[in-house]
Each structure stands twice: as structure tokens, then as C-alpha cells.
Nanobody
Framework: QVHVVESGGGLVQAGGSLRLSCAASESIFSINAMDWYRQVPGKQRELVASITYGGTTNYADSVKGRFTISRDIAENTVYLRMNSLKPEDTAVYYC?????????WGQGTQVTVSS
């Protein structure tokens, strides 16, 4: 079982930046892909960004050009750098680690963007 722990959320003004961290309990190379999702109350969890074992990244259209997913292999950590934040980015952000057939989720970290 893979354990992931998110950190780095908080309150920021619109236009500001935050960096979220997702620390995995095992080597990132033992995980097929790691994703960042977000969820607001009453809505489905949506995929924000992902990074595969090979380093390929993918982003939701709503965050392209503003968010960057990256990883530190030595630290078993994946990051989500969020720039030019908007109030609509307010959500609980979750990290997910894919090791088929399982997906392991963290507890989430709250990001609030004030206007």
C-alpha cells in the first residue's frame, strides 16, 4: 500500500501563487502515475494535472499555463506549482498515486483564493 500526504495549501489572494507537495511512502519509480485532483462541495472531483512514470505531464484546460506539476525523485515527492491563482481554483486538492489495480489517495489540502 502506498501512502501519500499532501501539504502546502492555504489562503492566498487572487493572482498569487502556492506550491503543493505530495510525499509518497515509496519510490516514485514504483508508481505508474501521480495525479493532482481537486474538489469543491457538491461537485465531482476533477483531474488537475498528472505525471507518469516516464515524466509525461498532462493538465486540465482550466489550469494550462498557470499550474506546473513536477517531481523530486530523491524525495519521493510530487509538486504542483500554482501561479496566477483565481477564486475558482478554490478547492480541496488531493494527490493520487496509481499502482494498478489500485489508486491511493491522500487526505487533501485546502486551497482558498480570495478575490
Amino acid at each position: 500500500q502506498v501512502h501519500v500526504v499532501e501539504s502546502g495549501g492555504g489562503l492566498v489572494q487572487a493572482g498569487g501563487s502556492l506550491r503543493l507537495s505530495c510525499a509518497a511512502s515509496e519510490s516514485i519509480f514504483s508508481i505508474n502515475a501521480m495525479d493532482w485532483y481537486r474538489q469543491v462541495p457538491g461537485k465531482q472531483r476533477e483531474l488537475v494535472a498528472s505525471i507518469t512514470y516516464g515524466g509525461t505531464t498532462n493538465y486540465a484546460d482550466s489550469v494550462k499555463g498557470r499550474f506546473t506539476i513536477s517531481r523530486d525523485i530523491a524525495e519521493n515527492t510530487v509538486y504542483l506549482r500554482m501561479n496566477s491563482l483565481k477564486p475558482e481554483d478554490t478547492a480541496v486538492y488531493y494527490c493520487a498515486a496509481h499502482r494498478p489495480p489500485f489508486v491511493y489517495w491522500g487526505q487533501g489540502t485546502q486551497v482558498t483564493v480570495s478575490s
